[in-house]
């Protein structure tokens, strides 16, 4: 169970806090939890997502259940630096569509004293580390790694499955561009899709 940090007071540094994990896993939805308690203990938040994510909405960051928190779309890392000054908590969506900058990023906020909010996938379709999500994870004071319920198996899912043929790393899409997997189901389906 995730603990905000709450112990020296007098500290004037901040954290980085990741939240990762496989598509329909339920990243989104923490990170908005995370962020509306903040706005309701009257904090000054900010939350960005990267322009490119645009499948709900322009402007707002959306879960799959419908939670939304109002956003600032940016087309690249330093962007936030610029937008983010006096805040006391930033919360940043999609953070693997970033550019590796986005790490230093997170890592000069926290030096700020701000609480950093990071939400990403942590692998992309083939199964690998995707972007700057390990950086992040690496100089992240909190990771908590969530799951979504396997398609086929119905156990703990971490593999996001690309059921399209499309081998580009970045394609934005739903369930019917992915399914989460179990790593015994993932296997089986990569296997499948090689012997084709």
Request: aromatic share 8%.
């Amino acid at each position: 169970m995730f603990l905000e940090n709450t112990v020296n007071h007098k500290e004037q540094f901040g954290w980085i806090e990741v939240i990762c994990g496989s598509m329909f896993s339920g990243k989104t939805e923490e990170l908005i939890r995370r962020l509306k308690r903040a706005q309701f203990a009257k904090q000054k938040v900010e939350i960005f997502k990267p322009a490119i994510d645009t499948r709900y909405d322009d402007e707002m960051v959306v879960s799959h259940d419908a939670s939304e928190i109002r956003s600032t779309p940016v087309p690249a890392a330093a962007n936030i630096a610029i937008l983010a000054q006096g805040c006391d908590v930033v919360g940043i969506d999609e953070a693997q569509f970033f550019d590796d900058e986005i790490v230093k990023i997170c890592n000069d906020l926290a030096n700020q004293g701000i609480r950093v909010i990071v939400a990403g996938l942590d692998m992309d379709f083939k199964g690998n580390p995707f972007g700057p999500m390990p950086a992040l994870m690496a100089t992240a004071e909190y990771v908590t790694k969530v799951h979504a319920v396997c398609t086929r198996t119905g156990n703990l899912a971490n593999y996001s499955f690309r059921k399209t043929d499309n081998d580009k790393l970045v394609m934005l899409g739903e369930t019917e561009e992915y399914e989460p997997l179990s790593r015994a189901a993932y296997y089986h389906a990569m296997r499948k899709d090689q012997e084709k």
